[in-house]
């Protein structure tokens, strides 16, 4: 899975690209070769064939999860070794073929399986819902790591309050509550689909009980309002769409073909969804709370400089996490001083402070 991932982050930061999108939309590939009686192994080296000759990143990863999928197992190297031999059934070769002509119109292979693995659940996944990546396991290893270490993040029923701004599928509220099983998350997004995909997969994992998942975009005047009912939050999480707008272009074709575009694009300099988010923070957080976001390598710097300007928010930067390449990527951002003249027993106080549009 880790492999796949890392492949992932190659393909947001645009290798792999070969030209627009176009072409793969509308491709569709028929296999000319007689495939009856081929075993899984040769199935793996065939379809490796076709994608690297059709320019398909990850080529041999990309077969291997498609074989294993159709024979019922997540990797290839964990099927029974006696599949890897024995001839496919003609409906297993079809099904293998449909989905890797998929594959071949760059869809990602999350989308193609239809699930995905994060911090060890298995997660529904649906297009236009954005795919988790292997980074986002580091943020939600580094939030871990602050409540086990800091005892006072603990709300009023034994376990962190936490609101996730752009749930998505739901990995980082999910992952969150099944590894701290006294917390409580409040999970919003804008996108309808991924509302639609959160509630599914918190069925799917049986705890929607623990979860209240809301449509909100989180930039429109007034969305603070939404909280009032649930006082103020311990931690705050998010992945937010951070990709500076005019690199968008550049994005690789599964993404931009296949991925909602609000998902990503963060605007001029990727802070357009994170500024209203720190300005609802500063609100929200209860004294000392934190706030724990993914960003572009660039966003330290300027989200250090933003908070500075606006000594208002009573919002630190107070440590940064550079993710498995090296690239500075995670902020832990924390509210000093109490929130704005409302004591936790009068919450809600004065309406939170603006962001100029
Ligand atoms: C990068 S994705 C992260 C999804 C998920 N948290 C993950 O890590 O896999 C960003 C999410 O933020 C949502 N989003 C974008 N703008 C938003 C806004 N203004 N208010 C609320 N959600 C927003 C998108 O719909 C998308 O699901």
């Given at each position: 899975?880790?492999?796949?991932?890392?492949?992932l982050?190659?393909?947001?930061?645009?290798?792999?690209?070969?030209?627009?999108?176009?072409?793969?939309?509308?491709?569709?590939?028929?296999?000319?070769?007689?495939?009856?009686g081929?075993s899984?192994?040769?199935?793996?080296?065939?379809?490796?064939?076709?994608?690297?000759?059709?320019?398909?990143?990850?080529?041999?990863?990309?077969?291997?999860?498609?074989?294993a999928h159709?024979?019922?197992?997540?990797t290839?190297q964990?099927?029974?070794?006696v599949?890897?031999?024995?001839?496919?059934?003609?409906?297993?070769?079809?099904?293998?073929?449909?989905?890797?002509?998929?594959?071949?119109?760059?869809?990602?292979?999350?989308?193609?399986?239809?699930?995905?693995?994060?911090?060890?659940?298995s997660?529904?996944?649906?297009?236009?819902?954005?795919?988790?990546?292997?980074?986002?396991?580091?943020?939600?290893?580094?939030?871990?790591?602050?409540?086990?270490?800091?005892s006072?993040?603990v709300?009023?029923?034994?376990?962190?309050?936490?609101l996730?701004?752009?749930?998505?599928?739901?990995a980082?509220?999910?992952?969150?509550?099944?590894?701290?099983?006294?917390?409580?998350?409040?999970?919003?997004?804008?996108?309808?689909?991924?509302?639609?995909?959160?509630?599914?997969n918190?069925?799917?994992?049986?705890?929607?009980?623990?979860i209240?998942?809301?449509?909100?975009?989180?930039?429109?005047?007034?969305?603070?309002?939404?909280?009032?009912?649930?006082?103020?939050?311990?931690?705050?999480?998010?992945n937010?769409?951070?990709?500076?707008?005019?690199?968008m272009?550049?994005?690789?074709?599964?993404?931009?073909?296949?991925e909602?575009?609000?998902?990503l694009?963060?605007?001029?300099?990727?802070?357009?969804?994170?500024?209203?988010?720190?300005a609802?923070?500063?609100?929200?957080?209860?004294?000392?709370?934190?706030?724990?976001?993914?960003?572009?390598?660039?966003?330290?710097?300027?989200?250090?400089?933003?908070?500075?300007?606006?000594?208002?928010?009573?919002?630190?930067?107070?440590?940064?996490?550079r993710?498995?390449?090296?690239?500075?990527?995670?902020?832990?951002?924390?509210?000093?001083?109490?929130?704005?003249?409302?004591?936790?027993d009068?919450?809600?106080?004065?309406?939170?402070?603006?962001?100029?549009?």
């Open positions: 899975m880790k492999l796949w991932g890392r492949m982050w190659a393909l947001l930061s645009g290798s792999g690209k070969r030209g627009g999108t176009r072409g793969w939309a509308s491709s569709s590939w028929r296999p000319h070769l007689p495939l009856a081929l899984a192994t040769e199935l793996v080296s065939h379809w490796t064939a076709v994608f690297e000759k059709r320019g398909i990143p990850e080529a041999r990863e990309s077969s291997e999860y498609i074989v159709v024979l019922g197992a997540k290839f964990s099927l029974r070794p599949l890897w031999t024995q001839p496919l059934t003609p409906w297993q070769l079809q099904c293998i073929e449909e989905l890797s002509s998929r594959r071949l119109q760059r869809m990602p292979v999350q989308y193609i399986l239809g699930e995905w693995d994060f911090q060890g659940l997660l529904k996944m649906a297009p236009p819902v954005f795919i988790p990546r292997p980074e986002t396991e580091e943020l939600v290893e580094w939030v871990l790591e602050e409540v086990t270490q800091r006072h993040v709300g009023a029923q034994g376990g962190p309050l936490i996730e701004v752009g749930c998505g599928s739901g980082i509220s999910f992952s969150l509550l099944s590894q701290l099983p006294q917390s409580r998350v409040i999970a919003v997004d804008k996108g309808e689909a991924a509302i639609c995909l959160t509630h599914e918190a069925q799917r994992l049986q705890l929607q009980d623990r209240r998942i809301m449509p909100l975009d989180v930039t429109l005047e007034g969305s603070w309002a939404h909280f009032v009912p649930w006082g103020p939050m311990d931690l705050i999480v998010s937010p769409p951070y990709v500076f707008h005019q690199d272009e550049q994005l690789a074709p599964e993404i931009r073909s296949y909602d575009p609000a998902a694009d963060g605007g001029e300099e990727g802070m357009d969804v994170i500024t209203h988010i720190l609802l923070a500063s609100w929200l957080l209860k004294d000392s709370g934190s706030i724990f976001l993914e960003v572009d390598p660039r966003h330290p710097e300027l989200i250090g400089s933003w908070l500075q300007s606006r000594p208002d928010l009573s919002l630190d930067l107070v440590a940064v996490r993710d498995f390449c090296g690239r500075p990527r995670f902020l832990h951002i924390q509210r000093s001083g109490p929130q704005h003249g409302c004591p936790t009068a919450w809600p106080g004065p309406q939170p402070p603006r962001v100029p549009g």
